[in-house]
């Protein structure tokens, strides 16, 4: 089994910051790209960032957020800085796994954090 929990959401005002941690754990061989999306009420889940080989942003946060890893604890994290209302939404940790050395690559999600950026 493999899991990834979320922590770090939270209530915050508009020009704020937080910081979201992602650890994976479990039966795992390898982990390539690691990565945060979100989705908002009524919307489509939306990628943030992911970083593998480097990073990428989503437009509306390139500036703002900064994506990292610590690949030896298997852990993503993202900061969110100058927050704004139209970042509320579920943040979810995302990464691709490898269980096993002969084993395919799967997409792992976890199961959220709320974030909520509002005065």
């Known amino acids: 089994q493999v899991q990834l929990v979320e922590s770090g959401g939270g209530l915050v005002q508009p020009g704020g910051s937080l910081r979201l941690s992602c650890v994976a754990s479990g039966s795992i061989f390898s982990i390539s790209a690691m990565g945060w999306y979100r989705q908002a009420p009524g919307k489509e889940r939306e990628l943030v960032a992911t970083i593998g080989s480097g990073a990428n942003y989503a437009d509306s946060v390139k500036g703002r957020f900064t994506i990292s890893r610590d690949n030896a604890k298997n852990m993503v994290y993202l900061q969110m800085n100058s927050l704004k209302p139209e970042d509320t939404a579920v943040y979810y940790c995302?990464?691709?796994?490898?269980?096993?050395?002969?084993?395919?690559?799967?997409?792992?999600w976890g199961q959220g954090t709320q974030v909520t950026v509002s005065s």
């Open positions: 995302n990464a691709q796994i490898k269980r096993y050395y002969r084993g395919d690559w799967s997409d792992y």
